[in-house]
């Protein structure tokens, strides 16, 4: 692994990068470069001078690595990314054995729980359609009383 740092040089400015990061080696630096630069057109492409801008790509110490140009990252050809692997169907897939003995218990009863409920629920609806249609309960007003 090595830590490089990319700075920017635009026209006489040079924006040095003052953290770094981390790569396996030079061509995941190069890849890693094409990005920043993209994103930087995407944040920013209404900049015409962008495109005389360069990357350079130092390692620790100073010493320079490569430099990329905007006008070489944006219009040069990378390769596809590699396809990725095809999903597992919904079906294939499984609890472990141990988790399903383990479970079994309250799954029972929770299904033994839902039934109960389910019977007591099902008469629900014949019990608030007759309390409807019965005479509302006087309120229950307080008095005082005067004169005491």
Do not use: C, K
Not at 7 to 12: A, G, V
Not at 42 to 63: C, I, S
Not at 69 to 87: G, I, Q, W
Not at 102 to 114: D, E, F, I, N
């Amino acid at each position: 692994m090595i830590r490089v740092f990319f700075n920017i040089r635009l026209d006489d400015a040079y924006l040095p990068e003052r953290t770094g990061q981390w790569v396996e080696d030079e061509a995941e630096a190069r890849d890693l470069a094409r990005i920043i630069v993209r994103r930087l057109v995407a944040d920013h492409g209404g900049e015409p001078r962008l495109l005389n801008a360069e990357l350079a790509v130092t390692v620790d110490g100073g010493a320079s690595l490569f430099d990329v140009s905007f006008f070489e990252a944006l219009y040069v050809p990378v390769s596809a990314p590699a396809p990725a692997a095809p999903l597992r169907r919904a079906e294939a897939i499984r609890p472990p054995a141990r988790l399903v003995q383990l479970v079994a218990p309250w799954r029972a009863q929770a299904l033994t729980l839902a039934s109960v409920w389910r019977r007591r629920l099902a008469g629900l609806p014949a019990l608030l359609s007759g309390r409807q249609r019965s005479a509302p309960r006087p309120r229950f007003r307080l008095g005082f009383v005067q004169g005491g």
